[in-house]
C-alpha cells in the first residue's frame, strides 16, 4: 500500500465506523457538531481576533509554545535521586504526537549538571591503541562527512519503578525518559579510521567533559558500526543539557552511552569496567547475580493517550487510542492493542512503516461506549521478538532490577475517562 | 545500497580522500589536529566545567537553544512589507543541518499578525455544496483517525527578489522562506466525506480566523487527496505563528493555502477569485498577461553552506558543501554540484532517499586549495524534472513576476572564504 492509498483506506475506514456508530446510537463528532452550528457564538458572530491584528514578525525570531501549552514540558521527580544536578527531565510523551520530539521537551538526564562548553573551547581526543592519537576541534569535526539519522535515545531505567508493581500514575514518568530525534554528525568510525585503530584494540572507552567524567565502553564492532558524533539535533546545535556542543549517538543501545559533552575515545584491549558499568548499569537477578554489558533496548511499546494523564474527556464515541513503540534492535513490524488487559488484541496501525532504531507511532481508532478497558500494547519488531508482560520479565529477571523494563504496560480506564497504571495478573 | 553499506562507502571515500589530500599537500583535520595535541591546555589541563556542577534539571521544563547560537534565529527584511504585522521571518537556513526545521525558527508568514485563539473557541466549519453543513470543535477533529507526515512548506515569493538579478547577499533572504516539519492532523478527505461532498462541487475554498480572512480556493481533487488539517508540527502543538490550534497542510502546492487558524472550508462549484489568488499570487508575464492557479512548488535546490552567511573560516582542504532539495511533485532524486557557475557538475550524496514533497538534505566533500568557485546547486525530481537556471526562467516568464522562481543560485566563493551572491550569464 503506498501512502495514498493509506490514507484513502483510513478515510473509508473512519466512514463506516462512524456510520457503525451511529447505527449503534453513538455520539458521532460530524452528527454533534451539526447541531452545534445553530447556536454557536463562536460561528455567528464576528470574533475579536477577526477584528484586530496580531503579534508582527519581530515578535518572534525564535518562538516558544503558546501559553496554552505551559504544561507540556519536561517533569522530574523530587525523590528519585539525591539532587537536581544528577536528576532525570522526563519527555511529556502523553501530550506529544507524531514521532519527532523537539529539543525543547526531549528528556534529559546528567550527573554532574549541565555544563556551559564553547565550540571554541570544545576538543575530542581520539587515543590508546590508535597509529596516530588524534585531538579533534569543532572546526575540524565540521570537515568531515557528515550523515543524517532519525534515533531513539531511551534511558536504561525508563520503566524502571515499574519492577515492583504500577508506581507512578502518568505515562510521561512510566516511559517517558526517551526521546527521538534527527541526529547530523560525523560516524566515529570516520574518525577512528582516520587514526588508525591498531588490531589489539578491541573496546573503546567513551567519556564526557562534565564533572561527573560519565564514561562506557562498548566492543570495538559496535563503535565502527552505527555510532556518530553527532552536533545537531533537529537540524539545530545540540541544546546545553543535550550535550552542546557535541554528544555520542549509540543507535539502539541504553542511553547512558550516549555520551554528552564528549571529550575522548580511547581505544583499548578490554572493557574499563567503569562506575557506570559496574556500580550501574547492570542488572542484578533474584539470585544476587548482576548481567552486564546488557545495552541494547529490547522491543517495547506504551499507549500514551489516553493514560494517566490523558483522560477521556469527550464522552461516548469515536476514541482515538495512540501510543509509540520502539526497538534497539531493529525496526518495528507491528503492535497490538488489547482493551482487556491481554485476552484478546487486535493489530493497530502504524502511522509510517517502523524505522530502524526510531520511534514508530502507532493508532486505534474505536467505538468506546463508556466500558472499563485494560488498556495495553504490545510491539514486535524484525527479529520477531515480541513485547513481553512484566511477569514473564519477572520470572527470568526476578525484581531486583533497576534497567532494562521494556514489559508491557497496563491503564486502566474507568466508566468516567479516567485512568490509572495497574497491573493485571 | 542500504544504510550501513552507505556509511561505510561515505567513511571509505573520506579515508581516500584525505590521503589523496595529504599526498597534494593539503591541511588534513586529522594531521593539523595531532599535532595540537601537545601543547593544548584544553587537552592537558583540567578545564573549569570539569570541576563543578552545571545546571541542574529544574533549570529546563522547556530548555531554548543556548546563548551561543543566539544568532541562529528567524530574520525579517524592513523594507519588505508595509508592516510587520504583514511580514516575513525567514528560517536561518544557513545554519541548520538535517531535514526537519524546529518550530522555534521555522518561516512564518501572516496578513494581520499573529493571533491568539484558544482551544476551547476554535471552530472549524465545512459548508456549501454538502449534504450536511458541519461544525467540528477542536476535541471533534482530535476523534478522527489520524496522520503523520513530513512535508515542506514553501512561500510562493521565496526567491522572488531574484528575478531582477542578485538581491540579497543571504541564503537566510534568498531561500529561506521554507522550512520542513512532521505534521499530525485528520486527512481534509476524512472531514469532507463527514459532510458529504455534492456532485455539483468541484472546489473548495479555505479561509483563515485572522482579520485578514486568508483565503484560497483549490481544485475539490487535491482537496480529496493529500491535504491535512493538522494540529501538530514536529510532535507537540502548532507554535500561535504557525497557525495554533489547527491549519492545514497543502503538500507540494505553495504556503499561502497552507491556511493558519483554519477557520471554514466552503464546497463550491467554482473558484472564489478572493484577493490573494487574483491581485497576488498570480505570475504577471512579459507581455502584462498574468498566469494563475500556480499552485504546485516546483522542484529547487540550494547550497546553504558554505554562502554568504557561511564564509569558510578554515582555510585550505577539506571542505562540506551542503544544501537542501524538493519538489512539490514528487520526491527528489538526485542532486548536481557546481564549482564552476555550471559548466561542470558532479553528483552530490544524499543524506537520505528523497521522501515526497519533504526536504532532501544533500552532501558534496571536497579538497578546496583555496581557488575562487561559482557554486552552483541543481536539483532533479522523481518526475524527470530538472532545475532550470534563472535565465531559462526569464526567457520563459520574463521577470514581472514574484512568485515561483526555482531558478538555480550562484555563491561566489572567493580566495579567503567569503561568498557573495552573484549570477553568471
Redesign the interface.
Known amino acids: 500500500m503506498d501512502?495514498?492509498e493509506r490514507?484513502?483506506a483510513?478515510?473509508l475506514?473512519?466512514?463506516n465506523f462512524?456510520r457503525a456508530g451511529a447505527a449503534a446510537g453513538a455520539l458521532a463528532?460530524?452528527a454533534?457538531?451539526?447541531r452545534?452550528?445553530e447556536a454557536?457564538p463562536?460561528?455567528t458572530e464576528v470574533?475579536p481576533?477577526?477584528?484586530?491584528?496580531?503579534?508582527?514578525?519581530?515578535?518572534?525570531?525564535?518562538?516558544?509554545?503558546?501559553e496554552?501549552?505551559s504544561d507540556?514540558?519536561?517533569?522530574?521527580v523530587g525523590w528519585l535521586t539525591a539532587?537536581?544536578?544528577s536528576?532525570?527531565?522526563f519527555t511529556p510523551i502523553h501530550?506529544?504526537?507524531?514521532?519527532?520530539?523537539?529539543?525543547?521537551?526531549a528528556f534529559?538526564?546528567?550527573h554532574?549538571?549541565?555544563?556551559?562548553?564553547?565550540?571554541e573551547?570544545y576538543?575530542l581526543?581520539i587515543h590508546g591503541l590508535v597509529d596516530?592519537?588524534?585531538?579533534?576541534?569543532y572546526?575540524?569535526l565540521?570537515?568531515?562527512?557528515?550523515?543524517?539519522?532519525t534515533y531513539f535515545l531511551e534511558c536504561a531505567a525508563n520503566s524502571g519503578m515499574e519492577w515492583a508493581g504500577a508506581q507512578l500514575n502518568g505515562v510521561q514518568f512510566t516511559q517517558g525518559m526517551i526521546h527521538n530525534m534527527?541526529?547530523?554528525g560525523v560516524?566515529l568510525?570516520?574518525l577512528l579510521?582516520?587514526?588508525g585503530v591498531k588490531p589489539e584494540g578491541k573496546w573503546v572507552y567513551v567519556e564526557g567533559?562534565?564533572?561527573s567524567?560519565n564514561g562506557r565502553s562498548m566492543p570495538i564492532e559496535k563503535a565502527l558500526?552505527?555510532v556518530l558524533v553527532a552536533f545537531?539535533a533537529?537540524?539545530?546545535?545540540l541544546?546545553?543539557?543535550h550535550g552542546?556542543p557535541v554528544r555520542l549517538c549509540v543507535p539502539g543501545w541504553e542511553g547512558n552511552m550516549w555520551i554528552k559533552?564528549l571529550r575522548r575515545v580511547e581505544v583499548t584491549e578490554g572493557p574499563v569496567e567503569s562506575r557506570e558499568e559496574t556500580s550501574k548499569y547492570t542488572d542484578t537477578l533474584e539470585n544476587g547475580i548482576s548481567r552486564k554489558w546488557t545495552w541494547v533496548m529490547d522491543c517495547k511499546s506504551v499507549i500514551t493517550s489516553p493514560s494517566p494523564q490523558m483522560p477521556i474527556?469527550?464522552g461516548k464515541?469515536?476514541?482515538?487510542i495512540?501510543g509509540l513503540a520502539w526497538s534497539g534492535r531493529g525496526a518495528v513490524t507491528g503492535v497490538d492493542v488489547s482493551l482487556d488487559g491481554g485476552k484478546t488484541w487486535q493489530p493497530a496501525?502504524l502511522?509510517?512503516p517502523g524505522q530502524?532504531m526510531a520511534l514508530t507511532?502507532f493508532?486505534l481508532?474505536i467505538d468506546w461506549q463508556g466500558e472499563e478497558m485494560l488498556l495495553q500494547s504490545r510491539a514486535t519488531d524484525d527479529t520477531g521478538y515480541v513485547q513481553p508482560t512484566k511477569n514473564q520479565l519477572r520470572a527470568v529477571r526476578g525484581e531486583n532490577s533497576v534497567y532494562h523494563n521494556n514489559g508491557i504496560q497496563t491503564w486502566w480506564v474507568k466508566a468516567n475517562g479516567e485512568a490509572e497504571n495497574v497491573e493485571v495478573s
Request: aromatic content about 8%; overall charge negative; proline content about 5%.
Open positions: 501512502e495514498k490514507d484513502s483510513v478515510s475506514n473512519r466512514r462512524l463528532a460530524g454533534g457538531a451539526a452545534a452550528q454557536d463562536l460561528i470574533q481576533w477577526a477584528q484586530g491584528w496580531g503579534d508582527g514578525v519581530d515578535a518572534n525570531p525564535y518562538g516558544m509554545p503558546i496554552f501549552e507540556v514540558v519536561r517533569r522530574n539532587d537536581v544536578i536528576s532525570i527531565n501530550a506529544l504526537d507524531g514521532t519527532i520530539t523537539p529539543q525543547g521537551c534529559e538526564r546528567h554532574s549538571g549541565a555544563i556551559e562548553l564553547r565550540k573551547d576538543r581526543m596516530q592519537p588524534l585531538v579533534f576541534t572546526e575540524d565540521e570537515r568531515f562527512p557528515r550523515v543524517n539519522r534527527e541526529y547530523t560516524t568510525r570516520t579510521e582516520e587514526a567533559a562534565d564533572a567524567s558500526d552505527d545537531k533537529n537540524g539545530e546545535a541544546r546545553k543539557e552542546y559533552w474527556k469527550h464515541g469515536p476514541l482515538v495512540t496501525r502511522a509510517q530502524a507511532r493508532y481508532d
